[in-house]
């Protein structure tokens, strides 16, 4: 996982995610991109956690929303967008569009980033998030959508 040191300062990987946060142990981060991510740096489910709760608004038991949510405790700002709220639960294009909307904010306040958004083949239509993201105005240009084995797998990969 040493691909984070490949990235550019300006270049920051934003993965899809749900909402669940298991409380003190951090947010359920079980697999692809996630659990490298959460084995490679053991402290970004916390970090992610704390940041989702403090940003975020809780729903019930374990279910949180937050939409977009970033960490810098890696050394390299690493963001979630949040495409659902249960793993269990399908994708769902109303939480992804809320959540690419608050992307756009961020990016609008921090001008010198551009985001990596990872898609995952199991989570999403890569057509309709590119879809999504065309159709903000703040995100053309400034977000590339990338295949989460892809990101994962060349440049930015060891």
């Given at each position: 996982?040493?691909?984070?040191?490949?990235l550019t300062p300006e270049e920051v990987p934003v993965f899809p995610h749900?909402?669940?946060?298991?409380?003190?142990?951090g947010l359920l981060?079980?697999?692809?991109?996630?659990l490298a991510l959460a084995y490679r740096y053991r402290h970004l489910p916390t970090a992610f956690a704390s940041e989702i709760c403090r940003a975020g608004t809780?729903?019930?038991?374990k279910i949180w929303h937050y939409g977009f949510v970033l960490s810098?405790?890696?050394g390299q700002p690493v963001g979630l967008y949040q495409t659902r709220y249960d793993?269990?639960?399908p994708p769902d294009p109303g939480v992804t569009r809320v959540s690419l909307q608050k992307l756009a904010r961020w990016l609008e306040e921090n001008p010198k980033f551009r985001?990596?958004?990872a898609l995952t083949e199991t989570t999403w239509d890569f057509d309709l998030v590119q879809d999504l993201v065309a159709r903000n105005p703040w995100l053309e240009g400034r977000v590339r959508c990338v295949p989460e084995h892809d990101l994962l797998r060349t440049r930015y990969a060891v």
């Open positions: 996982m040493e691909w984070l040191k490949h749900h909402g669940v946060v298991l409380g003190a142990s981060m079980e697999k692809g991109a996630s809780h729903l019930y038991g810098t405790a890696s793993y269990r639960d985001a990596l958004l």
